[in-house]
């Protein structure tokens, strides 16, 4: 049974484990592709999709990647865990130390390479926030800032009197509780941080491309960025350029 199963498997499947969750996309034959989640946890994942191959990009720990290596060689599938390289494709890392710039974020960059526009501003709403620029296909550099949940944990866990809710609003205001205070504040951060990268990147260029993904994109007030694309898929379009 195990054997007719790997000889029929043909499809891959690309992981990305990030430090919140970890997310994985079913590339097909056919091209179609389905989003899953963490192949680990759902052990059914690999054989009810047919992989025989597995690309890897993660942030976490070792064990991770050790673990999913594990599994795929018991299971006979093709693994290999993409990193954060000096150059790929034509675009250089801007860190002189390039294996410390999160393999997320080289995913990221790597995906707003291949687009057509010369100037892109990649961002990130995880656990942490990430920007990144791209300009005439070569990585500038970044930022990274915390989440919205990180950075209202770090003053729940800092300060005496700020407590908070689960919320995430949906809009911005001025809160008149603590909780609300927060949690604008916070919204107020994400926001304010996509500006900020606007304006330093319009130093670059006037006419920008704004790519953004994560879970937090729902605290982006979109309609107040020009020519902004949310996209779900950046880091496993990026990872598609390794297949
Ligand atoms: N319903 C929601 N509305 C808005 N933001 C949310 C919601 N659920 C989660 N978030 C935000 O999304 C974050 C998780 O995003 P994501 O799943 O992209 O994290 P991750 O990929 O594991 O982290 P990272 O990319 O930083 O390693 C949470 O920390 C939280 O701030
Ligand atoms: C910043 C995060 C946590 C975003 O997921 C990730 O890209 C990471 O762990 N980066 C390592 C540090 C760096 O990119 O400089």
């Not at 759902?42 to 597995?54: C, H």
């Not at 007030?221 to 496993?236: A, M």
């Amino acid at each position: 049974m195990e054997g007719k199963l790997v000889s029929e498997a043909r499809n891959l499947l690309l992981v990305d484990a990030g430090n919140t969750s970890v997310k994985s996309c079913v590339v097909k034959a056919n091209g179609e592709t389905i989003r899953l989640g963490d192949p680990l946890r759902d052990r059914d994942l690999i054989n009810t999709n047919k992989i025989s191959r597995v690309l890897l990009v993660s942030v976490r720990a070792q064990s991770y990647s050790e673990n999913l290596q594990q599994y795929c060689f018991d299971k006979q599938i093709r693994f290999r865990e993409v990193t954060t390289s000096e150059s790929a494709f034509g675009t250089a890392c801007a860190y002189e130390n390039y294996q410390t710039l999160g393999v997320d974020r080289w995913m990221m960059i790597l995906a707003a390479a291949a687009r057509p526009e010369d100037t892109i501003l990649v961002m990130s709403i995880g656990t942490a926030m990430t920007l990144d620029l791209v300009h005439n296909k070569q990585h500038l550099g970044g930022w990274i800032a915390p989440g919205f949940d990180l950075a209202k944990s770090a003053l729940f866990q800092k300060t005496a009197n700020v407590f908070g809710n689960a919320d995430y609003p949906n809009h911005n205001a001025f809160g008149d509780n603590t909780e609300s205070c927060v949690n604008f504040g916070c919204r107020a951060q994400v926001n304010g941080l996509l500006k900020e990268g606007i304006k330093c990147a319009e130093e670059y260029s006037t006419k920008l491309k704004i790519l953004v993904c994560g879970g937090g994109i729902s605290l982006l007030d979109l309609s107040e960025f020009d020519d902004i694309e949310v996209n779900e898929n950046l880091i496993f379009e990026g990872l598609m350029r390794f297949v």
